[in-house]
């Protein structure tokens, strides 16, 4: 007799196999699942969010790469759609936004505040590896507020005392 979820090798033998007649397998194939949604659908879906992002923040005076290669700077933005101008003789095109790959202007944007974060990074990285250097030992700086020149200190503290006489 055959069942669907254990197959008999014989009428003696006795072994079972298929899904149901071992557990390890069944675990096997929930580590398969997990694997592939951890590898290959969550990577994409994190793509396709990003890419939904880029879609929505473009903004007139962007430039843009449709799918079909065509590269214009964009004049128009609609809700499902945006006008491009192409070429020396400006003739305009209107995309769907989904037909957008890139927006080189936001990638020009990204790069640069990516560059400057490092360079803060980096000063920062070397001014206290200066502080080490001269101290011994990393300094912690405190940002004071500057209350004026010793002059107008000086005249203040004198008016707080005639005023208080």
Excluded: C, H, W
């Excluded at 196999?17 to 194939?29: D, K």
């Excluded at 192409?86 to 209107?94: A, E, F, N, Q, V």
């Excluded at 405190?142 to 002059?151: H, L």
């Amino acid at each position: 007799m055959i069942n669907l979820f254990t197959l008999e090798a014989g009428a003696g033998a006795g072994t079972t196999g298929g899904l149901g007649g071992n557990p390890m397998s069944l675990l096997m194939l929930v580590a398969m699942f997990a694997a592939m949604y951890f590898f290959v659908m969550r990577p994409q879906k994190k793509r396709q969010k990003e890419e939904q992002e880029m879609r929505d923040s473009i903004q007139i005076g962007d430039e843009i790469t449709t799918i079909g290669g065509i590269v214009g700077r964009v004049v128009v933005v609609k809700d499902d759609s945006v006008v491009l101008e192409t070429g020396p003789d400006r003739s305009k095109i209107k995309f769907k936004r989904a037909a957008i790959q890139t927006n080189e202007t936001a990638n020009a944007r990204m790069a640069e505040e990516k560059k400057a974060a490092e360079e803060a990074k980096k000063a920062k990285s070397e001014k206290d590896a200066i502080d080490k250097a001269v101290n011994g030992k990393s300094k912690k700086t405190k940002t004071v507020e500057n209350k004026g020149s010793a002059q107008d200190l000086k005249a203040d503290e004198e008016a707080k005392k005639d005023s208080e006489e």
